[in-house]
């Protein structure tokens, strides 16, 4: 059943994927089993890509497919209680990298923990993630990247943030298919992962939480 589902999207079966997401959460299977079924799905259709068996048009059309798949997926996900605010986070997909998929989904979790979240979007220069951490005061900036231009643009936040004064007063999370520990430590960032649930716990753990 776990094969089915990345291989119906690797096959941009778009109808079977929406009805199997549906069926499996019907049957009460945990919503961030199947987001991830999904997403390894995307890392199929990433490879095949890779190879040349596939083209830009099918990439495109794979992740219009998730979308649907992750909008029904989304609501079934654990929520925080009414007023509760665990502390704020700053996302974005920096300058070069227009990949958001996986941002938006962490951005999805964190606030089902109880997280505000300011998403600024993809393709942001690195001057207004300053801009925005002044504004916001986030406890914690996640960048997300799939494409390693982004890794330049995300170390051109660090400095700035630095530069200004403000590098102290947050942590800094990466995260996203193509971040190791080395991007980490070029970036200067303080913590790197490609699990979104793993980016939660630290923010939990920043800002005190369980
Ligand atoms: C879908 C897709 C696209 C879509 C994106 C649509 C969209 N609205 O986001 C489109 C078609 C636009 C696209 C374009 C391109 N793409 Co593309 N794309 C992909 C693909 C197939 C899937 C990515 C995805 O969304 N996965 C699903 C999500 C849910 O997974 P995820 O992003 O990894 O996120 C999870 C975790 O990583 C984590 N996470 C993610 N971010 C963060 C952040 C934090 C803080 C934390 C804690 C966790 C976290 O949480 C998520 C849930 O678990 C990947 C293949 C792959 N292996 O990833 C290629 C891939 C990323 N693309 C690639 C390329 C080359 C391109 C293009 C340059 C193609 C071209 N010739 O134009 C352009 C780049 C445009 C640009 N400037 O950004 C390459 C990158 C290679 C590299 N090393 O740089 C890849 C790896 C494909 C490949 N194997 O060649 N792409």
Redesign the pocket.
């Known amino acids: 059943m776990t094969e089915g589902l990345s291989d119906l999207i690797l096959n941009f079966k778009r109808d079977a994927v929406l009805q199997t997401v549906e069926r499996r959460l019907g049957a009460g299977e945990d919503p961030l089993r199947v987001?991830?079924d999904?997403?390894r799905g995307?890392?199929l259709?990433?490879?095949r890509?890779?190879e040349g068996d596939i083209f830009?048009a099918e990439?495109?059309l794979?992740?219009e497919i998730?979308?649907e798949a992750?909008a029904i997926i989304e609501p079934r996900l654990p929520r925080a209680k009414p007023g509760e605010t665990r502390g704020r986070v700053l996302?974005g997909?920096l300058q070069?990298?227009?990949?958001?998929?996986?941002?938006?989904?962490?951005a999805t979790?964190l606030r089902a923990h109880g997280f505000e979240v300011h998403d600024l979007g993809?393709?942001v220069p690195p001057a207004a993630v300053v801009q925005k951490v002044k504004e916001f005061q986030p406890h914690v900036v996640?960048?997300?990247?799939?494409?390693?231009?982004?890794f330049h643009s995300m170390k051109e936040a660090v400095s700035l943030l630095e530069k200004s004064g403000l590098r102290d007063h947050v942590k800094i999370?990466?995260?996203?298919?193509?971040?190791t520990a080395k991007v980490r430590d070029y970036v200067g960032a303080d913590?790197?992962?490609?699990?979104?649930?793993?980016?939660?716990a630290?923010c939990l753990k920043i800002t005190g939480g369980k």
């Open positions: 987001l991830d999904c997403r995307m890392t259709v990433g490879e890509f890779q830009l990439l495109i794979s992740a998730f979308k992750a996302m997909t070069g990298d227009i990949h958001e998929l996986g941002k938006n989904i962490v979790l993809v393709d996640g960048f997300s990247a799939l494409i390693t231009t982004a999370m990466v995260g996203g298919g193509v971040t913590f790197q992962t490609t699990d979104a649930i793993e980016g939660v630290y």
